[in-house]
């Protein structure tokens, strides 16, 4: 059974970015052009430094965007490091379609949005610039706590800025067709040319139309380590609801790293072939956003480890 459109995206932020990505798929469009024009949304907002224009930058004050789209096929796209351009998901489509490859990375990367048409910008806003020179005062890189200070943002402990984390979406349509998109500045003032999780296919997005969809957030090292949505996916194919198999991808963070998982934060999202949907996170405060026919405007708070 197919329970009809409905689409699913990380963070309070997806609310919004589920509204845009309904306009598609309620009338009913294509999961893959849902989920590109959804998280565009945040890509854009100005308020939002964790993902595209705004986004906060590198050690060396340069905004440096990390993408990925993906089809139920198996048809994929991704930038990685990309500078200068304000909607990196819509490079990452036309890598997976009017080119051989699957990701391409930095200058590459930028010179083919260019030849592509897309404009070249400065994202670095002037709230950006302020906060990274505040950093540079101490310029100390701090992940796992940056990383849990953002994900506790408006969960009023001490320290939350109200930021919060990657977006990664994932939408199934009226045909039943699955698609998923995942697109972020990184981790703030990480080193530049580092790379997170949500550019990598299988670990901050996959997406295989006989199973399901999975995407990531948080500190996307420790995804890449466990290759987390492949690995969300693949246990939904054994027969996992998509909640138990975000809690076993996120159990096997934890039991790798014990010490460490106890500061950071990773949570993964998924949605299985039928639009059933589930998530899990190791700290308390990661939501996801629900939009279907019954739920224009659901957020529901994820199970977590602790
Ligand atoms: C990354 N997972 O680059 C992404 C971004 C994120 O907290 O969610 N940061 O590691």
Redesign the pocket.
């Known amino acids: 059974h197919v329970t009809g459109a409905r689409v699913v995206s990380t963070w309070d932020f997806g609310v919004a970015a589920n509204q845009a990505a309904w306009s598609v798929l309620g009338q009913g469009g294509h999961a893959l052009d849902a989920v590109e024009t959804g998280v565009m949304v945040p890509e854009a907002d100005l308020k939002n430094h ?1 993902v595209g224009r705004a986004g906060y930058p590198d050690r060396d004050g340069h905004v440096s965007l ?1 993408a990925s789209i993906m089809d139920a096929d198996g048809s994929c796209g991704a930038v990685a490091a990309l500078e200068h351009i304000a909607h990196p998901i819509q490079v990452a489509r036309r890598v997976m379609e009017r080119t051989p490859h699957v990701l391409l990375v930095g200058d590459g990367a930028l010179q083919f949005a260019l030849e592509q048409g897309f404009k070249k910008e400065e994202l670095l806003t002037p709230e950006s610039e302020q906060a990274w020179r505040e950093w540079l005062q101490t310029a100390h890189y701090q992940p796992s706590v ?2 849990e200070v ?2 506790y943002g408006k969960t009023g402990l001490p320290g939350g800025s109200g930021n919060h ?2 977006i990664g979406m994932l939408a199934i349509d009226a045909q039943g067709r699955l698609a998923g998109a995942c697109t ?4 703030a003032w ?1 080193m530049r040319g ?5 550019p990598i296919i299988g670990a ?1 997005l996959y997406v295989d139309g006989e199973v399901g969809a999975a995407t ?6 420790e ?1 890449i380590r466990n290759v987390g949505s492949f690995l969300v996916v693949e246990l939904m194919r054994q027969g996992r609801s998509p909640q138990d198999a975000c809690r076993e991808a996120v159990m096997r963070i934890v039991k790798r790293r014990p010490q460490a998982s106890k500061d950071l ?1 990773v949570g993964f999202l998924a949605m299985n072939r039928h639009g059933d949907v589930g998530a899990w996170a190791i700290q308390p405060g990661f939501s996801y956003a629900v939009c279907d026919s019954q739920r224009q405007n659901g957020l529901l708070p994820a199970k977590s480890v602790f």
């Open positions: 964790s990390d940056n990383s953002r994900s984390d990657t972020t500045s990184g981790m990480k580092r790379v997170g999780d949500s901050g990531s957030t948080g500190v996307g090292e995804v934060q």
